[in-house]
């Protein structure tokens, strides 16, 4: 009798072994495919949202869920549109989330979509690390090393690494990940435009408004006339080496202004347009 008791209380302990190995073996699997799906077991996926600045709001396929930083584990692995909203800044994109994986998004928002920048890394099955970016033939280093130009798939062993997108009239953008064994990471990464110092640069003064100059003349100096026409009336007289506007040229004068902002005709033969240096 005592014999069948111990038998019974050993049976009783494999089986609560077995039930306990196989409750760590499926936490353990919850994010695996195959042998999830075998264990009957939901297959999941997970995204992770930063932003700068915080607390903006998240909406995934237009249902808002929270605040940044966001993360959600227990989410079906396909496509969402997600949405990042703060104070009147506004990204949104379609992101892939794969299987037992977890995406992340990282946006820098403003109102000024040529300010805005981030990036998306996304693990699949495969090996090394991909990179696309906006604008693309951006300049790539990896561990400081330059690996080409975007869109690029290079080989790359497991572990972290930097990664560093620059290109000419944009903000260099620097991004730390982990590459896990037998993943391929894909990185999308947009990046914001630079700002100009023009403190800096020499630019040459552009006069959108004609000008003529006047030259000598017989008299010393020049009829401005109320007509295109010598028998117009004489309203002023300007000398040799005054400039003046522009107006309009006609056959045999121009319409000038002069610097008190009478107008007039002179004749096109004692004036010539002035030349921007």
């Known amino acids: 009798m005592s014999k069948k008791v111990e038998y019974n209380k050993k049976v009783k302990k494999v089986i609560v072994y077995f039930l306990i190995i196989l409750s760590i073996l499926a936490l353990m699997l919850r994010f695996s495919g195959s042998l999830s799906t075998l264990l009957g077991l939901k297959k999941q996926s997970g995204i992770s949202v930063l932003s700068t600045p915080t607390e903006a709001t998240v909406f995934l396929n237009s249902q808002e869920v929270g605040k940044t930083p966001y993360e959600n584990n227990d989410l079906a692995p396909e496509q969402y549109l997600l949405k990042l909203e703060k104070d009147g800044s506004i990204w949104q994109g379609e992101i892939s989330l794969n299987e037992g994986t977890v995406t992340i998004v990282n946006r820098d928002l403003s109102k000024d979509q040529t300010s805005q920048a981030g990036e998306t890394l996304t693990l699949r099955k495969g090996k090394g690390l991909t990179v696309i970016s906006n ?6 280093e990896v561990d400081g090393k330059i690996a080409g130009l975007t869109p690029i798939n290079i080989n790359l062993e497991k572990g972290e690494h930097t990664i560093l997108l620059s290109h000419p009239n944009y903000l260099k953008r620097s991004i730390r ?3 896990p064994e037998g993943f391929n990471l894909v990185v999308s990464v947009d990046l914001a435009l630079s700002e100009a110092d023009l ?34 009336k004489e ?17 045999g004068w121009v319409r000038v202004r002069l610097t008190d902002q009478t107008e007039g ?13």
Do not use: C
């Open 265 to 277: 005709y002179v004749s096109s033969t004692y004036v010539e347009k002035k030349t921007t240096p």
């Open 235 to 251: 309203i002023a007289q300007v000398k040799p080496g005054e400039t003046l506007i522009l107006l309009e040229e006609l056959p």
């Open 199 to 232: 403190t800096q640069v020499s630019t040459p003064v552009i006069k959108t408004t004609p000008e003529v100059v006047v030259k000598n003349t017989p008299t010393g100096f020049l009829r401005v006339r109320d007509k295109a026409a010598l028998n117009g």
């Open 135 to 140: 604008p693309k033939d951006a300049s790539l």
């Open 177 to 179: 990940a982990t590459l």
